[in-house]
């Protein structure tokens, strides 16, 4: 999708106004047909999509701000990923809270092949069902 693709140019380009990103695929989704960018606490950035096939929107990705978690534009994915998966390292709290959120929910942050980018292990979040009828006390 083209307006998927112009936000991530935006970005995770060094020579904008706008500050470098490092970026959380969550679910990349097959055909995205619409997203919408939501503007989180401390500039994170949050893309939900809407899916040709299916109905609803899900959350495709997140971006966090690298000064958020203290490093430049010319760091290397591997010291942002030691960050993305420690979340004790980082200093700014909200953006500490918030990756460790995602890592109870998606339980890990892997590398991506492109730069800044990144992906969960888990595209689904992690649910209980519970289906039938209960015993008491289960």
């Not at 401390?42 to 990705?61: D, P, R, Y």
């Not at 998966?85 to 942050?109: A, G, V």
Request: proline residues 5%; glycine residues 4%.
């Amino acid at each position: 999708m083209k307006k998927l693709e112009e936000f991530f140019k935006k970005i995770h380009n060094p020579k904008s106004q706008i500050p470098e990103y490092a970026s959380i695929i969550i679910k990349p989704g097959k055909k995205v047909l619409a997203i919408k960018i939501k503007k989180e606490n401390e500039n994170i950035l949050k893309v939900i999509a809407h899916e040709e096939s299916q109905t609803g929107w899900f959350l495709h990705s997140v971006h966090i701000p690298l000064k958020n978690l203290g490093l430049s534009y010319d760091s290397k994915d591997k010291e942002i990923l030691t960050y993305l998966s420690d979340p004790n390292k980082i200093r700014n709290k909200p953006t500490k809270e918030y990756i460790e959120n995602i890592l109870r929910k998606y339980l890990d942050i892997l590398p991506e092949k492109k730069k800044h980018f990144f992906k969960t292990e888990r595209y689904k979040k992690k649910k209980e069902f519970r289906t039938g009828a209960q015993l008491k006390g289960f």
